[in-house]
């Protein structure tokens, strides 16, 4: 089969231009390319509110937009041929969409969809403040933590029990229906969050995967000049203090510390390089308070003064620009 071209919402501009208008994934869904599929959305307005919505899909490749909810899809029908590929900003994955094979959308990602086949979906989604009204009562993870059940497709008999008991819940709407919703979310909610988080340890290694190093790194890039504690980076990471101290140093074979500190240095070199900005204004830039510390640790690193390495590297680089030269 043909996987159409990239769809987006009615009037064609590109969904960073329109994210203020997707609040909510149902009205995405309902008011979007996804509109062309049969589908039915259900939800109730209890202490913790949640939309779901059935929906019968064939192929198709569509882009979803960022929006402040995370989106848990169940397939429960799909045909022999059906196969599903999604890129959330870390490159592609692939599976099959086999009923029961679950995937997680994490909240704030804005993510491409390409789906070969035809299957029938029942989709759940969370909005920011209700996990993070839920993860409140388990305070060593957070909502980030979800997007390792976002890697590739996972089998779960509880979630898929309790979803399909959620879906029905909101097709009575009754007084204890609401009740029994709240509760169901609860549990689901804790026990992805539990499931994330024994996600990154396996066979007894704390697990650090490239997206969350990345996303490490990125963080450590935007604040060098700034305090950079673990707790900070374990933040970022979407993970506890202590399982990203762990992980980091399995993944990296450093510690925190000591890799950042080859951060500043790289960023100091790069400043020596390309600009005539003073040692004190570069020291600062890159994160250390004293000029003194600065030189030390720029030796240690580099074998040079910050002065000396400058001097060499513009020498061999001027050299180079020379030995270019016609004639």
Same mark, same amino acid.
């Not at 089969?1 to 969904?15: A, E, F, H, I």
């Given at each position: 089969?043909?996987?159409?071209?990239?769809?987006?919402?009615?009037?064609?501009?590109?969904?960073a231009d329109r994210q203020d208008r997707w609040q909510r994934y149902a009205d995405f869904y309902r008011d979007s390319a996804y509109a062309v599929f049969r589908q039915t959305?259900?939800?109730?307005?209890?202490?913790?509110?949640?939309r779901m919505i059935e929906v019968e899909q064939h192929d198709h490749d569509f882009t979803d937009p960022n929006v402040p909810e995370a989106v848990l899809a169940l397939p429960?029908?799909?045909?022999?041929?059906?196969?599903?590929?999604?890129?959330?900003?870390?490159?592609?994955?692939?599976?099959?969409?086999?009923?029961?094979?679950? &995937?997680?959308?994490?909240?704030?990602?804005?993510?491409?969809?390409?789906?070969?086949?035809?299957?029938? %979906?029942? %989709?759940?989604? %969370?909005?920011?403040?209700?996990?993070?009204?839920?993860?409140?009562?388990?305070?060593?993870?957070?909502?980030?933590?979800?997007?390792? &059940?976002?890697?590739?497709?996972?089998?779960?008999? $509880?979630?898929?029990?309790?979803?399909?008991?959620?879906? +029905?819940?909101?097709?009575?709407?009754?007084?204890?229906?609401?009740?029994?919703?709240?509760?169901?979310?609860?549990?689901?909610?804790?026990? &992805? %969050?539990?499931? =994330?988080?024994?996600?990154?340890?396996?066979?007894?290694?704390?697990?650090?995967? =490239?997206?969350?190093?990345?996303?490490?790194?990125?963080?450590?890039?935007?604040?060098?000049?700034?305090?950079?504690?673990?707790?900070?980076?374990?933040?970022? =990471?979407?993970?506890?203090?202590?399982?990203?101290?762990?992980? $980091?140093?399995?993944?990296?074979?450093?510690?925190?510390?000591?890799?950042?500190?080859?951060?500043?240095?790289?960023?100091?070199? +790069?400043? &020596?390089?390309?600009?005539?900005?003073?040692?004190?204004?570069?020291?600062?830039?890159?994160?250390?308070?004293?000029?003194?510390?600065?030189?030390?640790?720029?030796?240690?690193?580099?074998?040079?003064?910050?002065?000396?390495?400058?001097?060499?590297?513009?020498?061999? +680089? =001027?050299?180079?620009?020379?030995a270019a030269r016609p004639g």
């Open positions: 089969m043909t996987v159409s071209k990239p769809m987006y919402p009615d009037d064609g501009r590109p969904l959305h259900r939800g109730l307005e209890g202490q913790l509110p949640f429960l029908v799909a045909s022999a041929d059906n196969c599903w590929s999604w890129d959330m900003g870390d490159g592609w994955k692939h599976g099959r969409a086999a009923p029961g094979n679950m &995937l997680m959308l994490p909240a704030s990602v804005e993510s491409r969809w390409k789906v070969v086949g035809r299957r029938k %979906l029942l %989709l759940l989604a %969370l909005p920011s403040d209700t996990i993070s009204q839920i993860s409140q009562q388990a305070p060593d993870c957070t909502h980030t933590s979800l997007q390792v &059940l976002a890697q590739r497709t996972w089998r779960d008999r $509880f979630v898929e029990r309790l979803m399909l008991r959620l879906w +029905e819940a909101a097709r009575l709407a009754q007084t204890t229906d609401r009740l029994l919703a709240d509760g169901i979310l609860l549990a689901l909610v804790l026990h &992805l %969050l539990q499931r =994330a988080q024994a996600d990154v340890v396996r066979d007894g290694k704390v697990i650090l995967p =490239a997206w969350r190093l990345r996303r490490v790194t990125e963080f450590v890039d935007a604040h060098l000049g700034e305090r950079l504690s673990v707790s900070r980076l374990a933040a970022a =990471a979407g993970l506890s203090e202590r399982h990203f101290a762990r992980a $980091f140093r399995q993944e990296v074979g450093e510690t925190p510390h000591q890799w950042i500190m080859k951060r500043r240095i790289e960023r100091a070199t +790069e400043w &020596l390089a390309n600009s005539d900005t003073p040692l004190e204004q570069i020291a600062a830039q890159c994160g250390f308070v004293a000029i003194s510390h600065f030189g030390r640790m720029f030796k240690v690193v580099t074998g040079e003064t910050p002065r000396r390495w400058q001097d060499l590297h513009r020498g061999n +680089e =001027a050299d180079q620009d020379h």
